[in-house]
C-alpha cells in the first residue's frame, strides 16, 4: 500500500500536512505501507529537500514532473492519495483537512485487509 503527498514548499496547505503525515507515519503507520512525498512545481528542488531534512520528517522524498501530477489528476496542491496492492488509487484528500491523520489511517486499514 503507498501513500503519495504530493507537495511543495511555498504551499501553505502543503506545510501544514506535512507535520500530521509524519506524525501519523512515526506513531501509527501499520507495515505494509510506504509514503512518498512527490514534491511538484517547486522554483528551487534542491530547497525540497531542505525543507524535509530540517524538519525530520519521515517521508521519503521524490522529486516529480508536470507529467506525473497530471498522469494522476493533480490539479491542486496538496493532493494525497493511497494506492492500493493493484495499484489503483482508492482513497484521495484534495487540499488540506484537520482530519487527515484519521483519513490516513482509515484508509491503511480498508487496503491492508
Given amino acids: ?5 504530493f507537495w511543495a514548499t511555498w504551499c501553505s496547505p502543503c506545510r501544514m500536512a506535512m ?16 509514503v512518498f512525498s512527490v514534491n511538484v512545481w517547486e522554483k528551487t528542488p534542491a530547497g525540497a529537500k531542505a525543507f524535509i531534512l530540517n524538519n525530520d520528517y519521515a517521508m521519503e522524498l ?15 496542491i496538496p493532493y494525497i492519495c493511497a494506492i492500493d496492492r493493484e ?12 482530519e487527515l491523520g ?7 486499514e480498508a487496503l491492508l485487509n
Fill in 102 to 108: 484519521d483519513k490516513l489511517a482509515s484508509w491503511a
Fill in 62 to 76: 521524490l522529486y516529480g514532473s508536470n507529467e506525473l501530477a497530471a498522469e494522476y489528476g493533480v490539479k491542486g
Fill in 19 to 34: 507535520p500530521v503525515i509524519d506524525g501519523w507515519m512515526k506513531k501509527e503507520m501499520p507495515e505494509g505501507v510506504r
Fill in 87 to 98: 495499484g489503483r488509487i482508492r482513497f484521495e484528500e484534495k487540499g488540506y483537512s484537520p
Fill in 1 to 5: 500500500v503507498v501513500i503519495l503527498d
